[in-house]
C-alpha cells in the first residue's frame, strides 16, 4: 500500500491494531515520512496477530479524524500511539519532517517517486 501510494503522490492513512495496541499515521507523499521511513526493516513472516474489538474502535476512530485533518487541509506528521491497557493516546512527533527542508532527497518516499523504486536510482 505504501510503495503504490507514494508512487503516486497518494495521500494514505496508516491505520494498525495488535492486542491492546494501535497506530494511526497521516501520510502525505514529500509532506510527512511515508511508512518506510517509519519503518526501515518489513517483517519476515506472517502471523496471526490477536486483538481485542476496543483498540480496533479506538484506531478507526482516529483514523477518522486523519481524514478530517487531510481534507481541512491540516497535515499534522505525527504518529498516534493508542494504548488499550493503559487507556492512553500518545502523539509522536515525525522527526523527519524537521529535517525535510535539508534532507528530502534521503527519504525513501522521495526516491519512489523521483527514480519508482524504494531502493534508489538502481531499483
Known amino acids: 500500500m505504501n510503495k503504490y501510494c507514494v508512487s503516486r503522490g497518494l495521500p494514505w492513512i496508516y491505520a494498525a491494531a495488535e492486542e491492546l495496541y ?10 510527512t515520512a511515508c ?17 481485542i474489538g ?3 474502535t479506538m484506531v478507526a476512530s482516529i483514523a477518522t479524524m486523519k481524514l478530517l485533518e487531510l481534507v481541512r487541509g491540516e497535515i499534522k506528521s505525527e ?3 493508542v494504548d488499550c491497557r493503559e487507556l492512553t493516546i500518545e502523539k509522536l512527533p515525525d522527526t523527519e519532517e524537521r529535517k ?5 532527497q534521503h ?6 517517486i523521483l527514480y519508482g523504486s524504494l531502493r534508489g536510482r538502481a531499483g
Not at 511508512?35 to 486483538?51: D, F, G, K, N, Q
Not at 525535510?100 to 528530502?104: A, H, P
Open 22 to 31: 494501535g497506530y494511526v499515521m497521516l501520510i502525505v507523499p514529500c509532506r
Open 35 to 51: 511508512l518506510s521511513c517509519l519503518y526501515s526493516v518489513t517483517p519476515a513472516e506472517r502471523r496471526e496477530i490477536p486483538v
Open 54 to 56: 476496543p483498540a480496533v
Open 79 to 81: 504518529l498516534t500511539y
Open 100 to 104: 525535510l527542508s535539508r534532507m528530502w
Open 107 to 112: 527519504m525513501p518516499c522521495v526516491r519512489v
